[in-house]
């Protein structure tokens, strides 16, 4: 059973920085594609940014510049650190990685149970 474990949600003032983590357990045999999206309330889940296993990053507009996502493959985590926050960043993160584990040998995308970021002004 693979799982998405995320942490390093919480309260913070604008202008403020929070760090999240991602970690993915389990049987795994590979990850692809790994990354972060949110959704406020009465809004749609949003990409906000992704890296693939090599390295290869993009972001949505809004966050350029402020956010970075990175990740270590020997830990199969993936880090999104968030710089310079505003009120407008206020939503549940999700973490969200394409993962193949036995006995398929093909990438099925999982999701964690969300962390919240709240940004006051």
């Known amino acids: 059973q693979v799982q998405l474990a995320e942490s390093g949600g919480g309260l913070v003032q604008a202008g403020g920085s929070l760090r999240l983590s991602c970690a993915a357990s389990?049987?795994?045999?590979?990850?692809?594609?790994m990354g972060w999206y949110r959704q406020a309330p009465g809004k749609q889940r949003e990409l906000v940014a992704r890296?693939?296993?090599?390295?290869?990053?993009n972001y949505a507009d809004s966050v350029k510049g402020r956010f970075t996502i990175s990740r270590d493959n020997a830990k199969n985590t993936v880090y999104l650190q968030m710089n310079s926050l505003k009120p407008e960043d206020t939503a549940a993160y999700y973490c969200?990685?394409?993962?193949?584990?036995?006995?398929?040998?093909?990438?099925?995308?999982?999701w964690g149970q969300g962390t919240q970021v709240t940004v006051s002004s």
């Open positions: 969200n990685a394409d993962i193949a584990s036995p006995p398929r040998v093909v990438f099925v995308p999982y």
């Open positions: 389990g049987n795994i045999v590979s990850i692809d594609l």
């Open positions: 890296i693939t296993s090599g390295g290869t990053t």
